[in-house]
């Protein structure tokens, strides 16, 4: 079983930074490690994915480059780098973890709890 634990969310203002962490426990070889982010009433949205070892990393169509997803020391462990922060990234964001790399959450085998965004205006 895999546990993933986020931490780094709050309430910033726009224009501002935040950065995300997720850490996985459990065994986990190779996989590939995503952040998607919901708000009430919507799907959740995919945001980034990257690999334990190879390809590049994958990110939604809408964030125009503010955000950056990467790998954290050796073990599966990622960060979210977000700036320029618009009241629209509000939301929960989730880590994801699976073995395909996927822009659907249906893609992903395991979940953390989520850690809130707020972007005031």
């Known amino acids: 079983q895999v546990h993933l634990e986020e931490s780094g969310g709050g309430l910033v203002q726009a224009g501002g930074s935040l950065r995300l962490s997720c850490a996985a426990s459990?065994?986990?070889?190779?996989?590939?490690m995503a952040w998607f982010r919901q708000v009430p009433g919507k799907e959740r949205e995919f945001v980034a994915a990257?690999?334990?070892?190879?390809?590049?990393?994958l990110y939604g169509d809408s964030l125009k480059g503010r955000f950056t997803i990467s790998k954290d020391g050796a073990g599966n462990a990622i960060k979210l780098q977000m700036t320029d922060l618009e009241p629209e990234d509000t939301g929960v964001y989730y880590c994801?973890?699976?073995?395909?790399?996927?822009?659907?959450?249906?893609?992903?085998?395991?979940w953390g709890q989520g850690t809130q965004v707020t972007v005031s205006s």
């Open positions: 994801a973890l699976g073995f395909q790399r996927s822009r659907a959450p249906e893609g992903y085998n395991y």
């Open positions: 459990g065994r986990a070889l190779n996989p590939i």
């Open positions: 990257i690999s334990r070892i190879g390809a590049a990393p």
